[in-house]
């Protein structure tokens, strides 16, 4: 029985965004090989209600293995349970987020399991007549798209970069199977103890899951002016950003730094403020949906990338942006940020 | 403690020039250096050997000349370098490679701790590491940002780290036993400079050089062949996307532009929803 897997994410009991875009993916790989999509919830205290929304917006059947054991992320226990599974239901593929724990647990399995794995894919879709699995993925800081098939082994196994899709609407007249899968004892590595998370970080930023990501650089010339794309992010609901350079600087902590040795992201919407693009820079933003840059050098690389620049200065500009987005709310929630189980 | 770092050589920079004809890459006239993230994970396993004592050797699977990568790393302070190459290495993906890498590390004999970087900078998947904690079945912790040895020198069975890894909702603190396999990010050391005596010691430095006729191996494992994943096409995305630029050098212009601004994204349904009219 050859599904389309996905697993979805979760944080303390809370399912994320990412486990219903990687849903509308594999519903559209499902229904063009004409097999079921299930959804793997590993975790705890997922609720019903959570489970239901799975198969709402496109899962066939939802194995639900839930256990405090599985609570955190630990690859080990992850991996024995996943690998497990694998074997004894054989899945035709299977999608994760490209995550620090898709990241993570996918290789892992895919070593244990004899599975190609394609890392961070924005396309995916299935080869006529083979139905083998066509994965595209940037490479080499984004200046190429590279599409690999894995045409001899099984199952085939993909990254996907969070915010690469939607998730699907909720469709209640969907109906599916919620399953319940039990945790054995002999899956559980106690080599690696989760100890939980540390609780003295200040100014910690989710910056992949952001919508919005304002990101500032050089030109923002001091520290104190980060208040300015800050006030400018709670506008949007959305996360700030930096440069290498602005890092390096201590203007902003390193959990903000976007490119080659930050982070890389996906945003539906990203604000490059005096950046200048290096293509270290650039590596970690290409497959934003909506690029914006402003700055007051017309030579930027980061204009050559952006759908819309505003050469000017972007104090003014910025003032002016947040001025003007400010005047228009009454005060209500923005839309970026919204967590995953609340649009009715 | 013994610490064992596998590195990879990359193009010295992320700016790879594309031949539009063929879509590959073109190689000839790029130089080459460790990979960037990989010094990360050299300056953690020498700030644990400074700390801890033992040793410090990396590994790498490349072309011959790959082995001027690991010449620089002694030069940083690493006491030796093992180079895999073979040609029939050629064209393994990540799933071969951390299967050849895990083999000449079992070569390598007893260690406590692999220390990788998070990811290369040219091919950008981050799999090598936790593939090769897979098949040498070590405990594994990724992103992490830092290292703390706990009971370094207790009996085997009770030595520990402590790490924290950078993940989406903050810093997950991990428990490993040891032998562990690490990856790390930037956060975790600031990597120092080589210094002439390490350059000295590096010129002089015996690397040994293993083919495929020197390790354990699986044949049917190994290079292109071996590898489950087959790249099918390379395109170059265009990397302009031609948007619309605005010069704004008053007020009224800044004004004007933040007006077609707040348009543009209207329009593509970015603004704030309590924007909308």
């Given at each position: ?204 930023v989710n910056l992949?899951?952001a919508e919005v990501v304002v990101a500032g650089?050089?030109?923002m010339?001091?520290?104190?002016h980060f208040g300015l794309l800050r006030a400018l992010a709670e506008e949007f609901g959305g996360a700030v950003g ?14 903000h ?10 945003p539906r919407l990203y604000v490059g403020a ?16 909506t690029?914006v840059?402003i ?13 819309f620049?505003i050469?000017?200065?972007l104090f003014q500009v910025l003032e002016e942006l947040r001025r003007r987005l400010a005047e228009t709310s009454p005060g209500e929630q923005g839309t970026a940020g919204r ?6 | ?253 800044v004004s004007?532009a933040v007006e077609?601004l707040l348009g543009f994204l209207a329009?593509r349904d970015l603004l704030p929803r309590r924007g909308r009219a």
């Amino acid at each position: 029985m050859s599904f389309v897997w996905t697993l979805a994410e979760q944080h303390a009991g809370r399912l994320k965004e990412v486990s219903f875009e990687l849903l509308s993916r594999g519903r559209t790989l499902a229904d063009k090989l004409d097999t079921k999509l299930a959804s793997l919830v590993i975790g705890d205290e997922v609720d019903d209600e959570q489970l239901q929304e799975l198969v709402w917006r496109g899962a066939d059947e939802v194995y639900s293995i839930q256990d405090p054991r599985l609570a955190s992320f630990v690859c080990e226990t992850y991996s024995n349970l996943l690998s497990h599974l694998v074997k004894t239901y054989q899945p035709s593929v299977i999608l994760a987020a490209a995550t620090s724990t898709g990241r993570t647990l996918m290789p892992h399995v895919a070593v244990r399991v004899h599975a190609g794995l394609t890392a961070d894919c924005t396309e995916l879709d299935i080869e006529e007549g083979t139905g083998n699995l066509l994965q595209t993925r940037p490479a080499i800081g984004g200046n190429i798209m590279a599409t690999i098939k894995t045409p001899d082994h099984r199952p085939q196994m993909a990254t996907v970069r969070p915010k690469s899709s939607r998730p699907l609407p909720q469709d209640r007249s969907r109906v599916g199977k919620v399953i319940a899968v039990p945790l054995d004892d002999w899956l559980v590595d106690e080599r690696v103890v989760a100890k939980g998370y540390r609780s003295d970080v200040q100014d910690f930023v989710n910056l992949e899951e952001a919508e919005v990501v304002v990101a500032g650089g050089r030109g923002m010339k001091r520290a104190e002016h980060f208040g300015l794309l800050r006030a400018l992010a709670e506008e949007f609901g959305g996360a700030v950003g930096a440069t290498r350079d602005a890092v390096d600087r201590g203007w902003i902590g390193y959990p903000h730094q976007v490119g080659l040795s930050g982070k890389t992201i996906s945003p539906r919407l990203y604000v490059g403020a005096g950046i200048s693009g290096a293509i270290q820079h650039l590596a970690g933003i290409k497959t934003s949906e909506t690029i914006v840059s402003i700055n007051s050098d017309p030579d930027a690389s980061l204009h050559k990338v952006a759908d819309f620049g505003i050469v000017g200065d972007l104090f003014q500009v910025l003032e002016e942006l947040r001025r003007r987005l400010a005047e228009t709310s009454p005060g209500e929630q923005g839309t970026a940020g919204r967590d995953a189980g609340s649009e009715k | 403690m013994d610490i064992i770092v596998p590195i990879k050589q990359v193009p010295e920079t992320s700016n790879v020039r594309m031949d539009p004809k063929t879509g590959t890459m073109i190689r000839a006239g790029v130089g080459t250096v460790v990979n960037p993230l990989d010094l990360y994970a050299i300056e953690a396993a020498l700030r644990l050997k400074e700390a801890h004592g033992g040793s410090v050797t990396t590994v790498t699977m490349g072309p011959r000349s790959a082995e001027k990568a690991l010449r620089e790393a002694i030069a940083m302070g690493c006491d030796g370098g093992v180079l895999i190459t073979d040609r029939a290495f050629a064209g393994s993906d990540t799933w071969v490679t951390s299967y050849t890498i895990s083999q000449a590390i079992k070569k390598m004999g007893r260690f406590d701790l692999i220390v990788a970087g998070e990811r290369a900078t040219d091919g950008d998947t981050g799999q090598v590491g936790p593939g090769i904690a897979a098949w040498l079945d070590l405990p594994l912790a990724t992103y992490v940002a830092k290292v703390e040895v706990l009971r370094a020198d207790g009996a085997s069975s009770e030595r520990a780290l402590r790490v924290e890894r950078l993940v989406e909702e903050g810093y997950q603190v991990l428990e490993l036993a040891l032998p562990a396999l690490v990856t790390v990010v930037k956060e975790v050391a600031a990597p120092r400079l080589p210094t002439l005596r390490g350059k000295k010691r590096s010129k002089a430095a015996e690397i040994p050089v293993w083919g495929s006729q020197d390790m354990d191996l699986e044949v049917s494992f190994l290079g292109l062949k071996g590898s489950p994943t087959k790249v099918v096409k390379v395109a170059t995305p265009k990397v302009t996307r031609g948007g619309t630029i605005l010069v704004a050098d008053d007020e009224e212009a800044v004004s004007d532009a933040v007006e077609q601004l707040l348009g543009f994204l209207a329009e593509r349904d970015l603004l704030p929803r309590r924007g909308r009219a």
